[in-house]
């Protein structure tokens, strides 16, 4: 088979808000740059985000940086890093009115500033009641978002590799990141994009779950492709079941809902979370919601005949908050749920939403990997941002808003040392291995090869099942136990599965066989996180371990492919400028 073979000073794999906040920032400095994407670019999931992005502007009413911080290393659990926390919190404002420059359409008050709604979790003065942190482009911002960073590359004359899938990496001798092997969806060519700098912009993996507000496209491939090359992936059993997805269609209805009033109710009607969380009720974190929603259900007090949902009221509120502040959500409600929630509440359950873990970075978008005894060793040529990610500023949960932010702050800080580090590289590039496309190669023989393979779907199915039954809101230990190895079957089965049809041309069954591959090293890698680390703690809720363990748990997980081997890195305790924030119990 014929490679092909293009260099770059830089490549970056994903054009969601991470990879498209990164390309302007290399665009812009004249570094010849190219973005691979599955999806055109404003398809990638990005564009599905609804509530809103956080900054701490005080538009609406006081606020500060450091509340926002404290918000997020609490609602981190304290797992997230507190140097990366500040760095993130501090840089808000200005991602935020930088966007708004680039001519995003956000709501505005009426003194023309940018509109901010509260969201769960975002606080005034440390924690004491909700604060309007989220700014908004009413139910729509991740879209107006999105489009706002594409237009802005089209203006820097980013160049796009539409439909092409990224496969594999290519690592040098020394580890170092050389670039990667990608596939041209239209035609099945192959070809190696060379480059002093590769940066993972791939999204999340939440496809991994039978009910799941992800789109088709939320592979976890950037995860696939790090744990093939030997490279760690760090917290992946902290995954976010967000509280309130659609009934049955698992689509999301957005956290803004109960910033804007919204009210969740249980069969007798009590609005359950005030004993929950007597100060911030239903604007508590996430998981904390998602767990009460599932106790409610499990205890008997879940709605409809089978008691298995519980409902969010808006019928209080203005007709006219619905219209205007609301109109997607009202859409969704009549479309997947047949409800109009002007008039009646709309039916939902915590359905998986986020991956807080990922490919671990330092706050500057260097990817990093324990080496010779340091544990924040930097992978050269090799950076990762958004979702894909792991810089750690979620930690063991996250807030909502905070991963639009972590986009903007992170895409921008992955970009800006790109620039610096090319800036000190030889002019030309390091020559490729000899074999450097051989690894993809013979993941496509493999299916061109395979004679009666299990079919791609029923095997992808049996992972979301495996996910779903074994690794959800609350995890109990022999549920866990029969999870390991049922994943460990299933990976096997990935092994054999096959497509009948070996076309080259837009040949999307290929595409699913080679996305399962990925797939399967994120699942993996959730449920040995979650079977092997013995505490509660954010998303990570265990029957036999309920409390949270600083004493032999306060360490991030690191997976290994090879033998899934487990080891830990430290959690940065300590900020840039502040004090730490200090550890203590997390109530809403
Ligand atoms: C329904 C929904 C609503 C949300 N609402 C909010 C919200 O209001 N506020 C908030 O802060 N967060 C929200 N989130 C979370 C947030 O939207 C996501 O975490 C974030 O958008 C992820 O952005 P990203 O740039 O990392 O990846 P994505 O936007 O998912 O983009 C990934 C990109 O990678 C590309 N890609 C992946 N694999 C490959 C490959 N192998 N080869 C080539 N390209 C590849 C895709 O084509 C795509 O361009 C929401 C999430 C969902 C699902």
């Known amino acids: 088979m014929k490679i092909t073979q293009r260099t770059f000073d830089a490549v970056i794999v994903g054009a969601g808000g991470a990879g498209l906040r990164s390309a302007i920032q290399l665009s812009e400095s004249g570094l010849k740059t190219a973005v691979i994407t599955k999806v055109f670019p404003t398809r990638s999931h990005t564009v599905a985000a609804q509530g809103g992005v956080a900054a701490s502007l005080g538009n609406s009413e006081e606020d500060h940086w450091h509340w926002h911080m404290y918000d997020t290393v609490k609602g981190s659990d304290w797992l997230g890093d507190q140097d990366a926390i500040e760095f993130m919190c501090r840089k808000a404002n200005e991602v935020v009115i930088e966007l708004e420059h680039y001519g995003m359409p956000f709501d505005r008050t ?47 004359n980013t160049q796009f590799f539409v439909e092409w899938m990224a496969l594999d990496l290519i690592r040098g001798a020394e580890g170092e990141v050389l670039g990667v092997v990608a596939m041209e969806m239209e035609t099945g060519e192959i070809s190696i994009f060379q480059a002093k700098a590769t940066i993972f912009a791939t999204g999340g993996s939440g496809r991994m779950f039978y009910s799941s507000t992800n789109a088709f496209i939320n592979t976890g491939d950037g995860l696939g492709m790090t744990a093939r090359a030997g490279l760690p992936i760090q917290d992946m059993e902290f ?59 499990k205890e008997g007090r879940g709605c409809g005949p089978n008691r298995d949902h519980v409902l969010l009221d808006l019928s209080h509120l203005d007709p006219k908050v619905i219209m205007q502040r609301l109109p997607g959500i009202r859409e969704i409600s009549i479309q997947f749920a ?131 039954d074994h690794c959800g809101v609350f995890r109990f230990p022999d549920l866990l136990k029969e999870g390991v190895s049922e994943i460990m079957a299933v990976a096997e089965r990935v092994g054999r599965s096959g497509i009948k049809d070996k076309s080259k041309v837009f040949n999307t069954a290929r595409i699913e066989a080679l996305e399962l591959d990925n797939l399967i090293e994120a699942a993996k890698a959730t449920m040995i996180g979650a079977a092997t680390r013995q505490e509660s703690r954010g998303a990570q809720a265990r029957a036999d371990f309920p409390e949270r363990d600083d004493i032999n748990w306060l360490k991030h997980t690191l997976w290994y492919r090879e033998d899934n081997r487990i080891d830990s890195r430290p959690v940065h305790l300590k900020p840039l400028t502040v004090d730490t924030i200090e550890l203590k119990k997390r109530t809403y």
Do not use: W
């Open 110 to 156: 009426d003194a023309g500033k940018i509109y901010q709604r509260p969201f769960g979790g975002h606080m005034s003065n440390f924690g004491e009641k909700p604060v309007r942190r989220a700014c908004a482009a009413a139910d729509r911002t991740g879209h107006a978002m999105l489009h706002a960073l594409y237009q802005r590359n089209v203006r820097a």
């Open 239 to 297: 995954f976010q079941f967000h509280p309130t997805g659609v009934y049955g269609a698992g689509v999301l209805i957005t956290e803004g809902v109960r910033g804007e009033g919204g009210i969740l109710r249980n069969s007798a009607g009590e609005r359950f979370m005030e004993r929950y969380a007597p100060n911030a009720k239903d604007l508590a974190s996430r998981d904390v919601v998602s767990r009460a929603m599932a106790t409610e259900i």
């Open 338 to 468: 047949g409800v109009d929630p002007i008039r009646e509440p709309i039916p939902v359950v915590p359905t998986a939403h986020y991956q807080m873990g990922g490919i671990p970075t330092h706050y500057s978008g260097r990817v990093v990997a324990p080496r010779d005894g340091d544990p924040d060793a930097i992978v050269p040529g090799f950076y990762a941002a958004g979702e894909c990610a792991c810089a750690s500023v979620h930690g063991a949960n996250r807030l909502g808003t905070n991963s639009l932010l972590d986009l903007l702050v992170f895409g921008k800080s992955a970009g800006d040392s790109v620039i610096e580090d090319v800036a000190s590289h030889p002019k030309s590039l390091p020559d490729l291995p000899a074999n450097a496309a051989d690894y993809s190669l013979s993941r496509l023989a493999r299916l061109d090869g395979q004679v009666d393979g299990e079919s791609v779907h029923e095997v992808q199915l049996a992972l979301r099942r495996t996910m779903q």
